[in-house]
């Protein structure tokens, strides 16, 4: 009987350590797809994120559009304000971007870059949702809170394209980089096409 017992509690005790070490495993990898500077998915989970939304969004048929966002001149911010500045704009694009619609997708791509996937919304239809929030986010002004210096307005530009004109998000990616890209030879604080 004693044997007994002592096995049960250690049944009972390695259990327990099963237990924690998955839901240690799951916050693990809950943390590996989230960008702890802003709290949004980063480039990883986005990737499965764009792999089941186009796998939808074929089935549904209906139209699915992928877009480039990079925050102009934040070099200028980091330099002149800090990195603690730079960090609450990136924070505050990210903010901005998440409120575009429930059915926009947004990743921290890495560094001042954000990637977004609208489903339903048809090219013109997603540019025009995306310039409408660069524009919103361009009125606002920005302050250094530690210096109380005026950053001023921050701006981004960003590149969307039809994420089915391409075969995998490689490609998709490479296409709205491009149209970022002319966003920026263009001036910047604005929104461009593939």
Excluded: W
């Excluded at 796998?55 to 559009?65: I, N, S, T």
Aim: with cysteine; net charge neutral; aromatic share 6%.
């Amino acid at each position: 009987l004693e044997r007994t017992r002592t096995m049960e509690a250690d049944m009972r005790r390695s259990e327990e350590e099963a237990g924690d070490l998955r839901r240690h495993l799951e916050q693990a990898r809950r943390e590996a797809t989230i960008d702890h500077l802003t709290g949004l998915p980063n480039r990883r989970a986005f990737e499965g994120v764009f792999r089941h939304e186009r796998l939808e969004a074929q089935r549904e048929m209906e139209p699915l559009c992928l877009a480039l966002c990079d925050i102009d001149f934040f070099k200028k911010v980091n330099d002149l304000h800090g990195h603690d500045a730079g960090d609450r704009v990136i924070r505050a694009v990210g903010q901005a971007l998440a409120r575009i619609s429930d059915r926009c997708h947004v990743a921290r791509h890495g560094g001042e870059e954000f990637v977004l996937l609208f489903r339903g919304l048809n090219l013109p239809q997603a540019a025009d949702a995306l310039d409408a929030a660069r524009e919103r986010f361009a009125a606002r002004h920005f302050v250094d809170k530690v210096t109380g210096k005026a950053i001023g307005g921050v701006t981004f530009s960003a590149g969307v394209v039809d994420a089915f004109t391409a075969l995998d998000l490689g490609a998709t990616l490479r296409a709205a980089d491009s149209a970022l890209y002319r966003a920026k030879e263009s001036g910047r604080n604005r929104v461009e096409c593939g």
